[in-house]
């Protein structure tokens, strides 16, 4: 799957699924989101965020985002940073 539909998928979960249920409360926290599931884990370190979705989740395919913010983004197992 190309970059673009990870992203829009993960994008789509959060707008649909968990802006509401997140925010305000966990504002500034990472949401890792497995985005063929929608299970997901917040965290405000996004490493315990990622772990604890992969270990509910194995071979989890992880979009991650800060809370209320559309700055951090990260595609895959990496957790490589893109910036738009």
């Not at 925010?23 to 990622?50: K, S």
């Not at 992969?54 to 209320?68: F, G, I, L």
């Not at 700055?71 to 957790?79: E, K, T």
């Amino acid at each position: 799957m190309s970059k673009a539909e990870f992203a829009r998928r993960g994008e789509a979960i959060y707008e649909r699924e968990l802006r509401k249920a997140l925010e305000p409360e966990h504002n500034g926290n990472v949401v890792a989101i497995d985005i063929l599931t929608g299970a997901y884990e917040v965290h405000a370190d996004e490493m315990t965020a990622t772990d604890r979705l992969s270990a509910r989740v194995p071979n989890a395919q992880t979009w991650m985002r800060k809370v209320s913010s559309r700055h951090s983004r990260h595609f895959g197992a990496a957790h490589r940073t893109v910036r738009p």
